[in-house]
């Protein structure tokens, strides 16, 4: 039998916003266990939640950005249940009227067709703390730093069709809340994360199958792995004549496997109510309109900007837009001055390269804009070879300074004096009376060997087409 | 000999002329607690030397001539309100060993006006309950009658003004928790508005119901107090922001041309009779004071219980889950697996009225009943506050007895929950609308005192005031006191 696959994410995106949603402590990633939780943050008695306005702002920018109905009246819940990384007992969160309705999402599929994935809705609410198992030995420690981070939940419909669809999707969102700056998108640090809902049912069938949720998945390639795995263990169990049960399951990625966490009879009643500690959350037509004035450039918007003002190849574009900060990188280098088809070159080129080998954001480059302008600008004026270029890279890489210092240091200046090149000509055509004879036979090809050996006498740094030119008027002559 | 003076107005008088100096008036209540409070039982916690020393600061502050009315005059604080650096118990052996880190807002405003804070009153545990009996500390008695109740939650703080230990208090009022007290021990008790004064640092019982106030011996130095407590307040969203009047400047506005309803209601048989004669004779005083009585009607008043008793357990069920055992108050000796500490820990430190309220709560909130119970409740809600907003759009305000009898035995109604709840019938409608209601002394029954109730509309607390003070004018009901306090007044 062939099955059909219905998946629908749940993406919690961190918001970047200083503080928390609900207090005034810091939201800042690293610090030592509850140095940054605060008497709301710590549950203590007497204290109450105040509403974070910058969270607001940031929620309403994904909506307005992904086309949603904005809620002009939503409202926080309490979500109740016993934990101890959750301080009060229960989870501020919205339930009943979320902050952003429905919207949507158009993604590319590999076969390069379009396709819409609904958002059914996207809500505020604030993070729990840690649970630390592996600190002290007979004990389990509580870091609450996290507790009261806001977050974004954004809520897909079953929409997408395989685990590579459903990475598009959270993929597009990533870009989505990073162009928007409402997410710094960090999966490592665990502010942007997702939970994927997960059934099979008989291809043409129109009633849904038993869905599972997977929990937690903190990595593109997981989030694909896990739907896969999970898919497969659906169709095996009921092709086995098994049913599929309902019930929350934990990707384990060392041994590539889902298992089972509870099942939905011990699932938590968590007894939602509004909070009587929060007014309503109202927006009116001027604070959406503020915000639509604010919203950046989104990545549909650059492509088109990207290929009408650069003349990029489509390719170029798709990785440049695709990662807000490297298409700022590339235009600010094109700002200072460089070619934007060498800069293209260079960004998605040696300094990607660079990037991925010390496991670097570009956002923390070694090589900053305007020192990769420099460079881009020596090769444009001729003062090295696009080939120095690259020892160049190597050393601002290392550390030596800009463009200039390292061409200076190095002694890395092109030379374009005629006579220092003609010098060096003449004695690669007569150290090799074999090959001018070759040449003079019609092999074209020994042209490349005599630039060689020319390069070599000059260590490199002669003009490449003085030299060509004037071997050839040599030859020929 | 007693240096306590009546009201706020001579004690003030009395300081700025150097006849009496805040640390003799505040040692003076230190020696009062200490002589009576065995017998009453309406301190958790006395602070001697913290009393003295801010009472030497508002000596300082006298003698330099930067006092305002309420500088150097000691008071007390009901146990919710957090305190830093003292113990907080909230009446419950799940914080017997809290100590706040900060300051209330209401604490913090009193002390800002100069007040002395002599210590911590006794309650009904985490304000659950209408007679001060179900406090871990145990019951707090009447200082009219030492057989019976103060009433509750704010029973320490009632008890412990209406016996002259202290000039006065604050409380909270949930569903009557101030001015049933007050009734009861023939004092002065103001609820604001919902919203009025922040809750910040105050312990929360039913987040949408819960409103610090006074108990004092009259409206004058509510309006004092209720000046240095009410306000903005940015940590707390449900806190209104609008601008606190002088309360003490209408106080003697004349009430001609006011127009005061009676809901039908409040005179059914559930009503006492020494009450009913009482509260009829207050509101003929009305009458003679200018003001016009117009009978009006609650129809869903007898809804008010029932809500309230959905409302208000739903809330507590979720506010009191943080008294958990991981951060702060009691914690289990035993040690199980977590679930076992999370049993034991709340098994072994909530009393039976805050566990019976857990457990509502949470079933009026579980999946499949939500609808049925806690968003039914919340529609009568509504309808119980539409009620009250037209009678407003005919009258002032609203007049009535505070309690259905005068203060009952300790033990009577503690087997009986229903009758306990029943106590509230006529103050929780305040609370259910958010609206501001106060309760002065107006007679006695059984020789006990009985309160008039008055209500208001939202931030009308200076008319509440006013009506209240000219009744004052025109009678001592307020002015009697109890054996115990010496005659303070």
């Known amino acids: ?477 | 000999m007693s240096t306590l003076l009546p009201d706020f107005a001579e004690m003030a008088r009395a300081l700025r002329a150097g006849k009496v100096s805040s640390r003799e008036l505040t040692g003076d209540c230190l020696a009062r607690i200490k002589r009576h409070d065995s017998s009453l039982n309406s301190f958790i916690s006395v602070y001697p030397e913290q009393a003295l020393a801010a009472a030497d600061a508002a000596d300082k502050a006298i003698a330099s001539g930067s006092a305002g009315p309420l500088t150097g005059i000691p008071m007390a604080h009901k146990d919710i309100f957090c305190a830093e650096g003292t113990r907080t118990t909230v009446g419950s052996k799940m914080l017997d060993n809290f100590v706040s880190p900060y300051d209330s807002r209401v604490v913090s405003g009193l002390a800002a006006a100069g007040m002395v804070s002599v210590g911590k009153t006794n309650m009904d545990e985490f304000a659950m309950g209408s007679s001060n009996e179900t406090s871990y500390f145990g019951p707090v008695k009447n200082p009219w009658d030492l057989q019976r109740s103060p009433g509750g939650s704010s029973g320490g703080s009632a008890a412990a003004v209406a016996a002259g230990l202290v000039p006065a208090a604050t409380g909270t009022d949930t569903g009557g928790s101030i001015r049933q007290p007050a009734a009861l021990t023939g004092l002065t008790g103001l609820k604001p508005t919902y919203g009025r004064v922040s809750r910040y640092g105050m312990v929360a019982f039913a987040s949408s119901l819960d409103q610090a106030g006074t108990l004092t011996r009259s409206a004058a130095d509510a309006a004092l107090m209720l000046g240095a407590m009410a306000g903005f307040d940015e940590r707390d969203s449900t806190c209104a922001n609008v601008p606190v009047p002088d309360y003490s400047a209408t106080l003697n506005d004349s009430l001609q041309g006011k127009t005061i309803g009676v809901p039908k209601e409040f005179f059914d048989d559930g009503l006492e009779a020494g009450c009913a004669q009482a509260v009829q004779d207050a509101i003929a005083e009305y009458q003679k004071l200018g003001a016009t009585v117009k009978e009006v009607s609650l129809p869903n008043l007898a809804m008010s219980v029932p809500v309230y008793y959905i409302v208000a357990p739903a809330e507590c069920s979720s506010n009191l889950s943080r008294f958990d055992g991981v951060r702060f108050g009691y914690r289990t000796e035993s040690t199980g697996d977590l679930a076992d500490m999370y049993t034991r820990t709340r098994s072994e430190a909530f009393g039976a009225e805050v566990k019976r309220r857990i457990m509502t709560g949470a079933y009026v909130l579980s999946a499949g009943y939500y609808d049925a119970y806690y968003l039914q409740a919340q529609k009568v809600r509504q309808l119980i506050s539409d009620d009250l907003s037209r009678c407003f759009a005919e009258v002032d305000l609203i007049i009535g007895p505070t309690t259905p009898t005068p203060a009952f035995k300790l033990g009577e109604k503690m087997g009986d929950p229903v009758q306990m709840y029943l106590n509230d019938m006529y103050t929780i409608a305040a609370n259910l609308a958010g609206l501001p209601a106060i309760s002065v002394p107006c007679g006695t029954s059984q020789n006990l005192p009985v309160g008039l109730q008055l209500i208001g509309t939202q931030f009308a607390e200076g008319l509440l005031l006013n009506c209240a003070h000219q009744y004052q004018q025109a009678t001592d009901w307020h002015l009697r006191t109890p054996e115990i306090s010496g005659g303070v007044a």
């Not at chain 1, 990384?85 to 429905?102: A, R």
């Not at chain 1, 396709?115 to 600190?135: F, M, N, P, Q």
């Open chain 1, 1 to 477: 039998m062939s099955w059909e696959v219905v998946i629908g994410l749940e993406i919690h995106a961190q918001l970047a916003t200083k503080s928390k949603i609900f207090s005034g402590a810091s939201t800042a990633f690293g610090a030592q266990p509850n140095a940054q939780a605060c008497l709301v943050d710590l549950g203590y008695p007497g204290v109450l939640p105040v509403l974070n306005e910058q969270a607001v702002a940031m929620a309403v920018k994904f909506g307005v950005a992904v086309g949603a109905e904005i809620t002009r009246r939503s409202v926080f819940a309490r979500k109740n249940y016993f934990y101890p990384d959750l301080p009060k007992g229960y989870q501020i969160s919205q339930f009943e009227l979320p902050i952003v309705g429905n919207g949507q999402l158009t993604i590319k599929l590999e076969d390069g067709t379009e396709k819409v994935v609904g958002i059914t809705r996207a809500h505020l609410e604030e993070d729990a703390g840690k649970s630390l198992h592996d600190i002290f030995s007979d004990r389990t420690g509580i870091d609450l730093n996290r507790a009261g981070t806001p977050l974004l939940e954004i809520v897909s419909e079953p929409d997408m069709r395989s685990a590579a669809e459903a990475v598009t999707y959270m993929r597009k969102i990533h870009q989505i809340v990073r162009y928007l700056g409402v997410c710094d998108g960090s999966m490592q640090e665990g502010s942007f994360r997702c939970d994927a809902n997960v059934s099979v049912r008989p291809m043409g069938q129109e009633e849904l199958g038993t869905r599972t949720e997977l929990k937690n998945i903190n990595s593109f390639r997981f989030v694909e792995r896990a739907i896969n795995f999970e898919i497969q263990r659906q169709i095996d169990l009921i092709e086995d004549g098994g049913t599929v049960t309902q019930e929350t399951r934990l990707y384990d990625p060392d041994k590539d496997e889902t298992r089972s966490m509870r099942s939905k009879e011990e699932a938590n009643d968590y007894r939602y109510f509004p909070d009587p500690d929060l007014l309503p959350v109202v927006i009116d037509d001027d604070f959406i309109a503020a915000i639509k004035a604010e919203l950046p450039e989104l990545p549909a918007a650059k492509t088109i900007r990207f290929a009408e003002s650069f003349g990029l190849k489509s390719a170029q574009i798709e990785t440049l837009v695709g990662d807000v900060d490297m298409a700022a990188y590339f235009e600010q280098v094109v700002g200072e001055g460089a070619d934007p088809r060498l800069a293209a070159n260079y960004v998605l080129g040696d300094l990607t390269a660079a990037l991925n080998k010390d496991s670097l954001e570009i956002a923390v480059s070694k090589i900053s804009a305007v020192d990769m302008a420099g460079l881009i600008k020596r090769v444009m004026d001729n003062t090295i070879s696009g080939k120095i270029a690259k020892e160049v890279f190597e050393a601002m890489w290392s550390g030596e300074g800009s463009a200039d210092a390292v061409i200076e240091s190095r002694g890395l200046k092109q030379i374009t004096d005629t006579g220092a090149i003609e010098a060096a000509v003449d004695q690669a055509i007569a150290d090799n009376p074999q090959q001018v004879a070759e040449f003079k036979g019609g092999k074209e090809k020994v042209l490349g060997f005599f630039v060689g050996k020319v390069m070599q006498l000059t260590q490199g740094k002669a003009n490449p087409g003085q030299v060509n030119k004037l071997l050839r008027d040599k030859l020929s002559a």
